[in-house]
């Protein structure tokens, strides 16, 4: 017995301690922030500078859509494969081979004369930047010890979580005051201070040095296939989500075959990845970590918050521009102070996540974000300025309390080796739940204003008394005599132009009301797909003491 003890002292002493960088953990985290906020903000702050880049390039409205689709399709495909890259390069290398690339081709995005290489420089910034957001979370995940790496993605969160609110005033800005092009010109010197202050700073862990003398000793042999098909599954997700509305889902024969292409390429990748997995490769996708039941409803929960996120994000200011009559930068300021709410909410909730269950924290964040989209279902034409951002910093005030602790349980019970597969993983959730939910915005507007306008329009029809009255009632407000002739029916003695003019009117309000009912509908929809994510905290056990990621 006394053996037994002497042994265990041995091996406690013997521990090796675990690994902390040479720096300050925060000068690392605001190192590797500096440039994923960049990648964030331009996924989103290109937006209302589409009329300008057509414009100046020559092109349509919908051919400049591909400057935001090109982004998010390689986007999507560099998120999940980071990971695989790292065990070949480093950590290190292969974030500031991203920035390097981020800022060079937001450079040539810039100086792009025409509208095919201004697409090409955006597929190779996206490239660029889908290995930044899940690079740094893993650097967070390995850089701070358990009880302060909830304040660590409190500082992520500011930056993957505020900057789409904050893209679209100042791309606004930007574009009214000088030009589009400093929209992309913008990254750049950012870029060259993150590649100073990285070179310096970031340092990798030494599990991960040891992985890739590991891969480099074997020869580097790389998944070729496993690429191609991930690129094939989440390229086309990409584009039908981003294309479907405007070709009319299944009823465009393209859209239906980059369906069908996606189908058969994600069944086909599971195969091999799997297969992979069996034969002891290292494949480009770690399906096993869908085994752990905390990780698969993590993965899901941030898809959610990226649904939400985004198609909040994009039915507020959609509606205020086009039924209120707000600018395009008024309508980002309808925004502006939610991200502001949030910047001062994330260090509370990353405070909080070190002492407070995280299943509380995100089951607050949820009720939080029902209420606030209930409250939003009284959504009308009437509301002031102060209302909707009242509305909105409610709304981000639950927002606050999802995105930390759902990234901190998506690590319970991972290996310290699999932290590059996590950070990638719920990374391409949020990013493909943002994608479904602007095309869940830009689809349901579209087909449930339409539905409102047919139910009203069956009342709007001459012949009918409360129609012809208020015709008769606005045509009397215009000057007798304009138009051509004067009606002697119903409208007796209004001009045709007053009773054209009328008419116009009562259909525009008509318009407007269908329209205000369908943004309502969505809200209602969101309200019952958040409320439905509040039982899945049931099944998530409870998180150990001292949470610790990587063990």
């Known amino acids: 017995m006394a053996a037994a003890a002497t042994m265990e002292m041995t091996t406690t002493v013997a521990a090796p301690a675990p690994w902390r960088p040479r720096v300050n953990p925060w000068i690392v985290a605001l190192t590797v922030t500096l440039a994923t906020f960049m990648e964030v ?3 989103s702050i290109a937006n209302v500078a589409l009329p300008h880049i057509a414009g100046g390039l020559g092109a349509t409205q919908d051919e400049a859509t591909w400057v935001l689709t090109a ?3 390689a986007n999507a495909v560099i998120l999940p494969a980071g990971a695989y890259m790292t065990t070949f390069i480093g950590r290190k290398k292969f974030y500031m081979i991203c920035v390097a690339l981020f800022g060079i081709s937001s450079a040539l995005c810039g100086l792009a004369p025409t509208l095919p ?20 979370q893993a650097i967070l995940a390995d850089t701070f010890e358990p009880s302060k790496r ?15 609110a904050i893209g679209p005033t100042l791309g606004g800005y930007i574009t009214d005051n000088f030009n589009w092009r400093w929209i992309f010109f913008l990254n750049v010197p950012i870029c060259i201070l993150s590649l100073f202050l990285t070179s ?10 040891e992985q890739v003398k590991k891969t480099q000793s074997g020869g580097l042999r790389l998944d070729l296939i496993g690429f191609a098909l991930l690129g094939l599954t989440f390229g086309s997700l990409e584009f039908v989500l981003d294309k479907g509305q405007e070709d009319d889902w299944f009823g465009s024969k393209i859209i239906t075959f980059f369906v069908c292409m996606m189908v058969v390429a994600f069944v086909t990748m599971i195969w091999w990845e799997l297969k992979e997995l069996r034969e002891g490769r290292r494949p480009i996708l770690n399906l096993t970590l869908f085994g752990r039941r905390v990780f698969s409803i993590s993965f899901g929960l941030m898809f959610v918050l990226g649904f939400c996120l985004y198609a909040t994000t994009l039915l ?64 009308s034409l009437q509301l002031s300025y102060g209302q909707l951002v ?74 009918s008394p409360a129609f012809d009255r208020v015709v008769k009632e606005r045509a009397a407000a215009y000057k007798p005599g304009n138009g051509a002739g004067v009606h002697n029916g119903p409208f007796g003695g209004a001009s045709w132009g007053a009773i054209h003019h009328a008419q116009a ?31 899945l905290l049931f099944f998530i056990p409870k998180a150990p003491k001292n949470m610790s990621v990587g063990h």
């Open 505 to 535: 009117s009562i259909y525009n309000q008509l318009h407007a009301q269908a329209a205000t009912l369908a943004y309502v509908d969505i809200i209602r929809y969101l309200t019952i797909f958040c409320a439905c994510m509040l039982p």
């Open 71 to 73: 982004y998010l399709v």
């Open 200 to 209: 310096r700073i970031v340092e990798d862990p030494p599990y991960v040095k």
């Open 316 to 379: 507020i200011p959609q509606f205020v521009q086009t039924l209120m009559g707000y600018t395009a930068e008024l309508a980002g300021l309808v925004l502006s102070p939610a991200g502001f709410m949030m910047m001062c909410m994330m260090p509370v909730v990353g405070v909080l996540s070190g002492r407070v269950d995280p299943r509380k924290l995100i089951g607050y964040g949820f009720v939080m974000l029902t209420l606030s989209l209930v409250w939003m279902g009284n959504l």
């Open 150 to 164: 909830g304040q660590a993605f409190a500082l992520y969160g500011l930056a993957v979580v505020c900057a789409p």
């Open 390 to 463: 009242f509305m909105r910093c409610f709304q981000a005030s639950g927002l606050a309390f999802l995105f930390i602790p759902i990234n901190m349980i998506a690590y319970i019970g991972v290996k310290q080796s699999e932290n590059n597969d996590v950070s990638g993983l719920t990374n391409l959730a949020r990013n493909i739940g943002a994608s479904c939910g602007t095309a869940f915005v830009a689809t349901m507007l579209t087909r449930r204003t339409a539905a409102h306008e047919n139910f009203a329009i069956r009342n709007l029809v001459p012949g």
């Open 41 to 43: 903000l331009d996924s």
């Open 117 to 136: 290489l201004l697409v090409f420089c955006r597929i190779l910034q996206g490239i660029g930047g889908g290995g930044l957001a899940p690079s740094e």
